[in-house]
């Protein structure tokens, strides 16, 4: 409910203030800003791996399940709060696109990208209690079984593979979560494969059930939240290309700041204030990167923003270990208070602990995708 609350916040904000999606138009519009400005947006999406915002089309509710899982792995700044709570970097939730009245369902599958290493796929199905008449039935438990459609290559046949099959209590109703990799990994090395995914309900005797026994929401006929969903575990292999990418860096003459967020307001306005007296130690100061101000709004269901911080500050001889100096850094800076080499600066204040953030958002297919981006966050700063 407050996560639904918060998104309305969101779109209401947006709505009120048509302006908010070109904020930087508030600064000198002439050609070169305008320039800079966009290629900055550009860069800060390649940051977060896209190549254009997804464009989205008026508003749906992220799938409850999501939401959960955002706020088990994010704090509320979006910061991962553990790690080892996801294998991989991505969560991608897909709801069925056959909506029949069978228990049958396809999904489509074309937003992940081929380089996405599939981790786990399963389905989940919200299971209803059992139609009134029949709950004096004498069956207690049915046996679910989950099939993959296949063609068979040799003939117009179809054929079924089994991927998941489980005892449930008939008189049970709540969400239902049935492991289905092998078919999603077939499906995305060949997508003219995904055929369907079939449910049979059978008998301890193994006799085919009546579907009203055990049935389980359809997104046709059935509340939106309590939608048939596919959700999808994947690595998108970013870290380590991002280190690499890095690496190549390194010979750089400027020292960069790993996270350069486009100038908002706030960070101007702190600049200004404070580049006066540079004579301050090197410390973490706020950096709040606010994603309605950059226009992301529409898309990002949450944050609506992080602290990124950044590292400001002076690094002079003695540096204490409360200034975290390599020894490198502690070197520089002896050879510079003793003017021993002319030209050499103290050391420079940098971030060296840095952690991810989470993002939850609607991707070009309105599908709900939870991605982890590495070394987004100065957890401490140091002179290095
Ligand atoms: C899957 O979705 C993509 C993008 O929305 C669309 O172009 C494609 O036709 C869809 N495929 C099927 C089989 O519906
Ligand atoms: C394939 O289907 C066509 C008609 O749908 C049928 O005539 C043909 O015999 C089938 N072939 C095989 C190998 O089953």
Not at 89 to 94: G, H, K, M
Not at 324 to 335: D, E, F, G, K, L
Request: aromatic share 8%.
């Amino acid at each position: 409910m407050r996560a639904l609350l918060s998104l309305c916040a969101l779109m209401c904000a947006a709505a009120a203030r048509p302006s908010a999606r070109h904020p930087f138009n508030a600064f000198p519009a002439d050609t070169e800003s305008e320039e800079v400005r966009s290629a900055a947006i550009k860069r800060l999406l390649e940051v977060f791996g896209m190549e254009d915002p997804p464009a989205v089309h008026g508003h749906k509710q992220p799938p409850q399940y999501m939401l959960d899982l955002y706020n088990t792995v994010a704090d509320v700044d979006g910061v991962t709060r553990d790690p080892a709570l996801l294998e991989g970097n991505t969560v991608r939730s897909f709801f069925d696109r056959l909506r029949s009245e069978q228990v049958e369902f396809r999904f489509n599958l074309s937003s992940v990208a081929k380089t996405e290493k599939i981790l786990t796929a399963e389905l989940h199905l919200f299971k209803l209690r059992p139609q009134a008449a029949l709950a004096f039935n004498r069956h207690h438990f049915c046996q679910v079984s989950i099939y993959q459609l296949m063609e068979v290559s040799w003939s117009n046949s179809t054929e079924k593979k089994l991927l998941s099959s489980r005892l449930l209590p008939v008189h049970s109703s709540g969400w239902e979560v049935f492991s289905i990799t092998p078919a999603v990994r077939s499906w995305m090395s060949d997508e003219g494969s995904n055929l369907r995914l079939h449910v049979v309900v059978r008998t301890l005797g193994g006799s085919q059930v009546d579907l009203k026994l055990i049935r389980f929401a359809s997104g046709r006929h059935h509340h939106p939240s309590k939608q048939p969903m596919l959700v999808l575990f994947t690595d998108d292999g970013r870290q380590s290309a991002a280190l690499q990418s890095s690496d190549s860096e390194d010979p750089s003459p400027l020292p960069q700041p790993p996270v350069s967020a486009p100038p908002s307001r706030s960070a101007r306005s702190l600049d200004y204030g404070e580049d006066v007296g540079v004579s301050k130690p090197c410390q973490r100061w706020p950096l709040y990167v606010d994603f309605e101000e950059i226009g992301w709004s529409g898309w990002i269901v949450s944050p609506r923003g992080y602290n990124a911080y950044h590292c400001k500050g002076s690094c002079p001889f003695p540096l204490g270990q409360n200034m975290r100096p390599t020894n490198h850094a502690t070197v520089q800076s002896i050879i510079n208070a003793l003017k021993l080499v002319r030209g050499i600066q103290t050391p420079c204040c940098v971030p060296d602990k840095l952690h991810s953030i989470n993002l939850l958002y609607f991707d070009d297919d309105e599908n709900v995708v939870l991605k982890q981006y590495d070394d987004m966050v100065a957890g401490s700063c140091g002179c290095h």
